[in-house]
């Protein structure tokens, strides 16, 4: 050991850490106290969780069950709603009919289910917890770490704590998703309504808008193509996200991905994950054209 | 031009400020002694790290009236007219209209000033983008809660009456520059508010826009007299629109009084700089310079004009008669004065009451 430090004494050699024992200790103190704390409010926990398994299955059954004609006509339509386009639709058809083909219909069912409602969910929290952030600076300096470290912490080390307090299934699978989507729909809500030019804001205040009036009336609408970007990211990270999730018992493309990567089966993981590529080109032009026709106004200039 | 004889009923209210004082800065409250004891707008910005924004500011705003606030840019008067509305709130002072302290409302009294009270047109138009024309000029009267089935003919009127008909589904980007500005002042008179505040309102026009739709506020507030104030950092449209003008300068005011009154007596050096480009044909009025009726049964000069005219205009008239003199009359409509050509070249050349300093100037250019 002393070879590798040019025969320094040990204290300058390596940095003075804490003694094995005490880390042990530590280590097992903590995991042991949170498992304690778990298991003590485990039938509460479950009873949280209940009504999230309850949508979870209830719209994997919707979407597995259904005859496939009638869920790929349901899609389509949805996306020639949003984006009016028939380009995008005719792409989207040919997407589905292609992971249809190839056997993948049912796991793709699964996964849409999972990411329509890990995207509701990081929708509903993220749109309120932005609009916050956007009103208060304090709020903004104490959440934008909290975020950094939801983005940057590797997906599988707080797939721990989440295994730890609601076991393996959809569930945790649908929260580790929320965690990791979340980010992206809180910081550019904060964001497009910080950009909301100021001369408007102030013309609002002249006509005595109060801020109900305001966040409705300018902000909101006004930071649509931002929080719709927001949108379209958060999406898309949650089909990124899947994947990971499998580990924990989610279902669908992701878990065939996992078994693939296990077992070098080559063709089998690419396939699913093109399925998965597929599907997040459906929802990105989707969802950017229908950002975009919200925005027709901005469009036409007058020259 | 305005006729100036402007009656206002007996029982409106104009807006008074009182020894207002603002300065930015997060310890405002700290320096607002110092700074009414004397301490200047340098000394405290140095010393301090606060701006002064306003010192000692007292100006009565006649109602039903135009009243322009002029100054450079840095002079603080989009500051001053930000007051008014209560959008930035004074270090000290008071800004009353019919009796109320503006700066004592509680939120709930301000927001409902600002709803029924006062309307405002901005410099860069701040209309909504995501809201159609018709929409943002009914904007005030949605916030107010009045229903669209009532809302959309007053809005409808209002656009009709700036000459926007047929745009009204249009978005504020699909319309140029003066049309927008057009859409802010149908917003602004939609509210039917008494007050309506212009902040450099016209200042993002081109010249002949600029000249157009000072024709229009002229023409609305003919028959609308409201009590407005206007921004502006041009004088020529200070002299064309307003009643009575206030300059400021550094935050502090110079001189009041009508244009007149600032073309013939500026009060200091920096005024006279000012006011020496001005066209003083389209300032000074017949009646200002007219020479008292002759005594005894001196016949009158058969041309008559109003005390209101100004002397281009009057020149104009005495030029297309023919004749030399005419006879001026007094707001009650009986002769007052008489003027002749004389009179007024000199009065437009130079001023009625001469400035030395200037007339040598011109001689020793001459030489």
């Known amino acids: ?303 | 031009m305005t006729d100036s004889t402007n009656t206002a009923p007996k029982e409106r209210s104009g807006i008074e400020i009182r020894n207002l004082y603002k300065i930015f800065g997060p310890n405002a409250e700290h320096y607002i002694e110092a700074v009414q004891n004397g301490m200047s707008k340098d000394e405290l910005n140095d010393k301090h790290n606060h701006v002064l924004g306003l010192q000692n500011i007292n100006l009565e705003l006649p109602p039903g009236q135009i009243s322009v606030i002029m100054g450079l840019s840095g002079s603080g008067k989009s500051t001053l007219i930000r007051h008014i509305n209560g959008l930035i709130m004074p270090t000290s002072g008071e800004i009353l209209y019919n009796g109320r302290d503006v700066m004592k409302m509680t939120p709930d009294e301000l927001r409902e000033f600002r709803r029924h009270e006062t309307a405002m047109v901005f410099q860069k138009f701040a209309l909504l983008p995501h809201r159609t024309i018709l929409e943002n000029t009914r904007y005030g009267l949605d916030i107010q809660g009045i229903d669209t089935a009532k809302s959309n003919p007053i809005a409808r009127r209002w656009i009709d009456r700036v000459g926007l008909s047929g745009y009204e589904d249009y978005y504020p980007n699909q319309l140029s520059g003066g049309m927008q500005q057009r859409v802010g002042l149908a917003r602004a008179l939609a509210n039917d508010a008494d007050i309506l505040l212009m902040d450099e309102a016209f200042s993002a026009l081109d010249p002949l826009i600029r000249m157009d739709m000072q024709k229009v506020l002229l023409d609305l507030q003919a028959e609308l007299k409201k009590t407005i104030v206007f921004i502006t950092h041009d004088l020529d449209e200070a002299l064309r629109l307003g009643d009575t003008i206030a300059i400021l300068r550094d935050g502090k005011v110079e001189q009041v009084g009508t244009g007149q009154e600032i073309v013939l007596h500026p009060a200091n050096d920096y005024i006279a700089e000012f006011v020496r480009e001005v066209n003083r044909g389209r300032v000074i009025r017949a009646a200002t310079v007219a020479t008292p009726l002759p005594e005894g049964d001196t016949p009158l000069p058969k041309l008559r004009l109003k005390g209101a005219t100004t002397l281009e205009l009057a020149a104009r008239k005495l030029a297309e008669r023919d004749v030399r003199n005419a006879t001026v009359l007094g707001k009650d409509g009986r002769p007052m004065g008489v003027i002749d050509m004389h009179t007024m070249l000199t009065a437009m050349v130079t001023p009625a009451t001469v400035d030395d300093s200037e007339d040598e100037d011109s001689e020793e250019d001459a030489a």
């Open chain 1, 1 to 303: 050991m002393a070879s590798s430090c040019w025969g320094l004494p040990e204290l300058i050699c390596q940095f003075p850490a804490l003694p094995d024992k005490t880390l042990r200790l530590m280590r097992m103190g903590i995991d042991n106290g949170f498992r304690g704390i778990v298991r003590h409010y485990s039938d509460q926990i479950d009873a949280a969780t209940r009504p999230l398994q309850w949508f979870l299955n209830t719209l994997e059954n919707a979407f597995t069950n259904t005859p496939w004609f009638i869920v790929l006509a349901v899609i389509l339509t949805v996306v020639w709603l949003a984006s009016r386009s028939i380009k995008i639709v005719i792409g989207s058809a040919i997407g589905m009919c292609l992971i249809g083909v190839f056997g993948l219909w049912e796991d793709t069912m699964t996964t849409l289910a999972m990411v329509a409602v890990a995207t509701m969910i990081a929708i509903a929290l993220g749109l309120p917890i932005g609009i916050l952030a956007a009103r208060s600076d304090r709020f903004q300096s104490v959440l934008s770490p909290i975020l950094d470290v939801m983005q940057t912490m590797p997906s599988f080390v707080y797939l721990i704590p989440v295994v730890v307090i609601f076991g393996i299934g959809k569930v945790p699978g649908v929260i580790a998703v929320v965690i990791y989507a979340v980010p992206p729909m809180i910081r550019l809500t904060n964001l497009g309504i910080r950009l909301v030019d100021k001369e408007v804001i102030e013309a609002a205040d002249a006509f005595g808008a109060n801020s109900r009036q305001k966040l409705w009336g300018v902000q909101l609408p006004l930071s649509l193509p931002t929080i719709m970007a927001g949108v379209n990211q958060t999406i898309m990270m949650a089909l990124a996200m899947v994947v990971v999730a499998s580990m924990v018992g989610v279902g669908g493309l992701g878990k065939n991905v996992l078994q693939a990567i296990n077992n070098q089966f080559f063709t089998i993981g690419f396939l699913n994950g093109f399925a998965l590529v597929a599907i997040a080109i459906i929802f990105d032009r989707a969802s950017q054209a229908f950002g975009k026709r919200l925005q027709k106004h901005s469009e036409a200039g007058h020259d």
